[in-house]
């Protein structure tokens, strides 16, 4: 089956500088990857995805990259603030089977003020 | 618009006992999923419904495990003979079609004495 790696497990920033999180991939069916943003407490978010047939994709401080030869895409966070601390995953699905998303184990992200 | 909703948001039981988690998906999303997220690790999936319909349900850790979707519309995840194992946030998530954007619930947090 599929096996989602994600690196750091911990990631401390300045607040106003950028964030990158990574994750590898096995299944070379994959096809979609989204990220999301877990606050204590509640449920995970989403706040970016992106599809195979895409290499990048931004929305305002946030960014995606994707390279499907080598197996890995990455969270860029630019600018960060104090509420981007919160825990990422990131995860992949092949789409088209019975399959839900095979998640990272997370990244959590500390925004030092 | 009202989100994907569990009850209960917590629970605690004794080792032995059955418990039952619902969740009503956003209206109109025909794909529910549950996944499992232990403490300090990252989500696993357990099962997906298209419709009233589970296509795979190997994802299921036991067969203490079992779900069912009525309706097109509510699911309930229920656990027999609760292990320690057990403990666990338990969430849950639609989408409009499978696969798509995964939207999740809040979870139930499980605690099996």
């Known amino acids: 089956g599929e096996n989602v790696e994600q690196h750091p497990s911990t990631l401390s920033v300045q607040e106003g500088d950028s964030a990158v999180i990574k994750c590898t991939y096995s299944?070379?069916?994959?096809?979609?990857f989204p990220w999301y943003k877990q606050e204590l407490g509640k449920g995970p978010q989403l706040i970016i995805d992106i599809r195979s047939n895409v290499g990048e994709k931004k929305d305002q401080r946030i960014a995606v990259t994707l390279n499907k030869t080598a197996k890995h895409f990455s969270l860029h966070i630019t600018e960060t603030q104090p509420e981007d601390s919160a825990v990422y995953f990131c995860a992949s699905s092949r789409g088209g089977g019975a399959d839900g998303l095979t998640f990272g184990k997370g990244t959590h992200l500390i925004i030092q003020p | 618009g009202a989100g994907v909703s569990q009850s209960p948001s917590n629970k605690v039981t004794e080792k032995g006992k059955d418990v039952e988690l619902r969740c009503d998906p956003i209206?109109?999303?025909?794909?529910l999923y549950w996944y499992r997220q232990s403490l300090g690790q990252g989500l696993e999936f357990l099962i997906y419904f298209q419709g009233n319909s589970a296509p795979d349900k190997s994802g299921l850790p036991s067969d203490r495990f079992s779900a069912e979707r009525t309706g097109g519309s509510v699911s309930t995840l229920t656990i027999q003979r609760t292990q320690q194992e057990d403990s666990a946030v338990y969430l849950c998530a639609s989408s409009s079609f499978h696969p798509n954007e995964q939207f999740f619930g809040p979870g139930t947090r499980l605690t099996v004495l």
């Open positions: 209206s109109g999303h025909t794909a």
């Open positions: 299944d070379s069916a994959s096809n979609y």
